[in-house]
């Protein structure tokens, strides 16, 4: 069974630092990774994607990718209260895309 | 932007009706699924599909089936609706080939069974 393991939370933060969500997989034939964020009873909508080991900077998002510790993170600098939201770590090979259960991030003013 | 569309966009109805929900795109896209999502819960793959012809069961057991007669098209269908079958249902499609396709999802059908 593939398997992506979130922390749950809720991750708080302040307004302005940077929250840092992580994410676990499983497969290690896994070859694409992708971060959706999902507003409270909206739908998943695609933030960032990873393929390759090491950095990926996009405004105020870098997702990071490390496949040796099949492990992935998403950094979001100078947060800001509309970031607040569930951040959903998906993982493909092959197969359908596996979906983490989600990190609910809380960016306090 | 992703054009994928879904309806209704909210459904209530009786127990025992039969429901089809819509879910359309317009990017050619091969692979589309449905998931069921509780709030505040996780999604869960119920059914996918490759191609016209082409329909698999996902990760949760689901009542529900679906049809891919065309490729734009990729309805599922209760056939006898519950109190358990409250949930969100949401549609997604990705480009066929390499896995490196991200999903796009529809917004949703909302559907509460009295």
């Known amino acids: 069974q593939k398997e992506v393991e979130q922390n749950s939370g809720p991750l708080s933060v302040p307004e302005g630092a940077i929250a840092s969500l992580n994410c676990t997989y499983s497969?290690?034939?896994?070859?694409?990774f992708f971060w959706y964020r999902q507003y409270s009873g909206k739908s998943p909508e695609l933030i960032m994607f990873i393929y390759s080991n090491g950095d990926k900077e996009d405004g105020r998002f870098t997702a990071q990718l490390n496949k040796a510790s099949q492990y992935v993170s998403l950094l979001i600098r100078d947060s800001q209260p509309s970031d607040s939201a569930t951040y959903l770590c998906a993982v493909s090979g092959n197969t359908p895309l596996v979906f983490g259960k989600g990190t609910r991030l809380s960016v306090i003013a | 932007e992703a054009d994928i569309y879904q309806t209704p966009r909210y459904l209530v109805i009786g127990t025992g009706k039969k429901i089809t929900l819509e879910c359309s795109q317009t990017?050619?896209?091969?692979?589309m699924y449905w998931y069921q999502q509780d709030p505040g819960m996780e999604l869960h793959l119920i059914h996918y599909s490759y191609g016209v012809n082409s329909t698999e069961k996902g990760d949760l057991s689901s009542e529900s089936t679906v049809s891919r007669i065309r490729t734009e098209h990729f309805p599922l269908t209760l056939e006898s609706a519950r109190p358990s079958h409250t949930s969100q249902y949401l549609c997604a499609s990705t480009q066929q080939g390499s896995s490196n396709q991200p999903q796009h999802f529809g917004d949703g059908t909302r559907l509460s069974i009295l």
């Open positions: 497969d290690r034939g896994s070859q694409s």
């Open positions: 990017m050619g896209h091969d692979k």
